[in-house]
């Protein structure tokens, strides 16, 4: 059993890397997708704004 410590301690090394890396990747993806959606609502009230406000 102590022969195969090794190996395991290598497996859990690089699922743990991977799963940092997948991470990074969400935490990325999820405030591009912030932005986007706070830059369209903001979009979305100025062409409002200036289709039905005062002339």
């Keep these: 059993m102590k022969k195969y410590y090794g ?4 497996l859990m090394t690089i699922f743990y890397g ?5 991470e990074t990747i969400f935490k990325a ?7 986007l959606v706070v830059g369209v609502i903001a979009l979305i009230f100025f062409v409002v704004s200036k289709l039905f406000g005062r002339k």
């Design 18 to 22: 991977s799963c940092a890396a997948i």
């Design 29 to 35: 993806g999820m405030w591009w997708g912030i932005i």
């Design 7 to 10: 190996f395991i301690f290598l």
